[in-house]
Nanobody, 127 residues
Framework: QVTLVESGGGLVQAGGSLRLSCAAS????????MGWFRQAPGKERVLTAA????????YYAESAKGRFTITRDNAKNTVYLQMNSLKPEDTAVYYC????????????????????WGQGTQVTVSS
């Protein structure tokens, strides 16, 4: 079992940058793919970026490509989401999540495929 805590959210002007961090507790963190989801008011929670347990594959939603970068540091039990060129439509609560299956080689695109969730961190982009 892994416990996840997000940080780094806040208020930023359009065109600015934020770096979100997801700190994990638990000895098996490095076994699981990690994803960053976001949820805007009235909308479903959607996958924004994901990274496999060994960084062998990466996934980015079309809305994130070219602007967001997901990385992980297994030695620090931390996953990051660097967000550049932020837009008002990026405003949402951002959640990190761990894949439900250890050492999964395939990208996981659905929220139901993730087993552990953080509490979320608010990102607000002003225009």
């Amino acid at each position: 079992q892994v416990t996840l805590v997000e940080s780094g959210g806040g208020l930023v002007q359009a065109g600015g940058s934020l770096r979100l961090s997801c700190a994990a507790s638990g000895r098996t963190f490095s076994r699981y793919a990690m994803g960053w989801f976001r949820q805007a008011p009235g909308k479903e929670r959607v996958l924004t970026a994901a990274i496999s347990w060994n960084s062998g594959w990466l996934y980015y939603a079309e809305s994130a490509k070219g602007r967001f970068t997901i990385t992980r540091d297994n030695a620090k039990n931390t996953v990051y989401l660097q967000m550049n060129s932020l837009k008002p439509e990026d405003t949402a609560v951002y959640y990190c999540a761990a894949d439900a299956v250890a050492f999964s080689p395939a990208p996981a695109g659905r929220a139901s495929e993730y087993g552990v969730w953080g509490q979320g961190t608010q990102v607000t982009v002003s225009s």
